[in-house]
């Protein structure tokens, strides 16, 4: 468990205290735009190329969850 050792207490550079590892703006950002975002229209494709070959290819009246209501 040494690898976390680090998050525990902020380093002492010449007395200063150094602040530890956060999350910020920058780094939600970066995450909803290389991750979420590609991951999300990924699999929007894939839902449009399955409703696509549900109704036009086997000619169903309905696609998913609509066939339940």
Known sequence: MAL???FKKPPLI???RIPGRRFTRWA???F???VALPI?????ALDL???LVAVKLFGASCYGL???F
């Open 40 to 44: 999300l229209g990924l699999t929007l």
């Open 14 to 16: 010449h007395g200063q």
């Open 4 to 6: 976390f050792a680090q």
């Open 49 to 51: 190329i399955g409703y």
């Open 28 to 30: 939600a950002l970066y």
């Open 66 to 68: 609509l066939c339940f």
């Open 32 to 34: 909803i735009g290389f």
